[in-house]
């Protein structure tokens, strides 16, 4: 596909994607029990980073996936350097919030590195899968490709997240029935919302004229300009 100005659409689907990433990560501090089963807040908007992942790749192809991916985890950087700062900093002398400001946005350097490095082996693993399914379905069966990707790259996020974060913190067999239940809830996520992913995808296919297949792509995380 030759290169072109990111258009409206294309600037709007990039702007939820790293919005929900950011959000995720911020709101992931707070633990809440749905019908019985204990998840970090950050369940209710981190999958849609993975519903708007499939459309970039389904829509516009890996490569522009790839440098979304990379934007999104230097903006989150950002971010998170930010809130580090604004932490160190003195507070002024009628400011009484310290405390909890250091608790929701003082995420220690264990938890950090467990959500960057589990950002990208989830986003890469679930791009590079579904562009591949789509070559290998001639574009068939888009619900083979959401679903599918999703399995493996929420697989990959999940392990790698809560075993780096919680390793020690807890016995093996409480961390691993973590692992399964939060991954189970993150694909029925993506399941239950896949007729919006079909609506979303059907109408930016129509608007951009786009409908790319990675077929000449080198699919190396790490090329970025390609």
């Not at 600037?11 to 089963?37: E, H, M, P, Q, S």
């Not at 230097?74 to 909890?100: I, K, M, Y």
């Amino acid at each position: 596909m030759e290169e072109t100005r990111p258009s409206q659409y294309f600037i709007v689907v990039t702007a939820f994607f790293i919005t929900c990433l950011i959000v995720a990560n911020i709101i992931i501090v707070k633990i809440i029990t749905v019908a019985g089963f204990i998840f970090p807040a950050a369940i209710i908007i981190f999958p849609l980073n993975y519903i708007f992942g499939d459309i970039l790749t389904e829509v516009y192809g890996y490569r522009r996936a790839r440098r979304v991916i990379w934007l999104g985890f230097f903006c989150n950087l950002v971010a998170v350097a930010a809130f580090w700062t604004a932490g160190r900093l003195p507070a002024a002398s009628f400011w009484d919030a310290q405390g909890a400001y250091d608790r929701i946005l003082g995420s220690t350097p264990r938890f950090l590195a467990a959500s960057f490095l589990a950002y990208l082996a989830g986003e890469f693993s679930n791009s590079f899968i579904l562009a591949k399914m789509k070559i290998m379905t001639r574009g068939k069966w888009l619900w083979s490709r959401t679903i599918g990707s999703t399995i493996v790259g929420q697989a990959l996020d999940t392990v790698i997240v809560l075993t780096i974060a919680f390793w020690g913190t807890m016995p093996l067999a409480t961390l691993g029935v973590l692992v399964v239940s939060h991954w189970i809830a993150k694909v029925l996520y993506e399941t239950i919302a896949t007729p919006l992913t079909y609506i979303a995808v059907t109408y930016l296919k129509k608007k951009e004229g786009l409908d790319t297949y990675d077929h000449s792509t080198r699919f190396n995380p790490f090329l970025l300009k390609e």
